[in-house]
């Protein structure tokens, strides 16, 4: 679905310009899910920023910081009127931040703390408008998941990491992947693991100005 155009206004009054829906992230699963729900941005323009935690920085502040800075640098460069849309996720143990897994020693590791233990998904949003799109709205949500894994042994844990879903995601697996066989328990947004919490999504672009979703 394409959000730029123009939307009528009630009883006649004058439209509302609708912007470029814009997606600040390069994750092919965000964009998925987007178009899962009729929302394929305009453009994806990823933020290229450093996302190394500030020391002793807990992750509900880090993954709010790094959606709005994500957010905040795509509008930023932008002189058209648009609406951007940044995204963070983070897998957290207690007040330890699980990296992003790019090598197999680090998703082993993370596997091995995540095995027989509850864990915490926090993804947050930031939508933030460019200075050509003054009737947009700056919102924000951060969405917290609870995820069980089951006691994994290391023969199971070396056939995981063997299926190579592991790469590049927070925590070393992927809900939509292998790993899921040893999730025993989810409470929250299963969207929300995978990268963008659909919901939460689609409510923050409803406050926004025009007719973005039914």
């Known amino acids: ?17 609708r912007p470029c829906f814009v997606l600040a992230s390069a994750s092919p699963r965000r964009l998925d899910l987007l178009r899962q729900i009729g929302l394929a941005p305009d453009r ?11 020391r002793a920085e807990q992750p509900r502040p880090y993954v709010r910081r790094m959606a ?12 058209e009127p648009a609406l951007v849309l940044g995204a963070d996720t ?11 897994a790019e090598d197999r020693e680090t998703a082993r590791a993370c596997l091995e703390l995540l095995s ?8 947050a949003l930031s939508i933030i408008p460019s200075s050509g799109w003054p009737e947009g709205r700056r919102a924000e949500r951060i969405v ?29 697996y992927a809900l939509q992947g292998h790993a899921a066989a040893f999730i025993r ?6 969207s929300a693991v995978i990268g963008l919490p659909l919901f ?10 025009g007719h973005w979703l039914a």
């Open 1 to 17: 679905m394409t959000t730029s155009g123009a939307a009528s206004g009630p009883d006649g009054a004058e439209p509302v310009r």
């Open 200 to 209: 939460e999504t689609a409510q923050l672009l409803r406050g926004q100005p």
């Open 90 to 100: 983070v897998v957290a143990l207690g007040r330890r931040i699980l990296p992003k």
């Open 185 to 190: 328990f989810i409470s929250g947004s299963a």
């Open 144 to 172: 917290e998941t609870a995820v069980t894994f089951s006691r994994m042994t290391p023969h199971q844990i070396e056939a995981l990491l063997d299926q190579g879903d592991w790469q590049g995601k927070a925590g070393g």
């Open 116 to 123: 027989g233990r509850r864990h915490t998904v926090l993804t």
């Open 44 to 54: 994806v323009l990823p933020a290229d920023l450093d996302e190394t935690p500030a």
């Open 68 to 79: 709005a800075e994500k957010a905040a640098a795509v509008a930023a460069s932008l002189a």
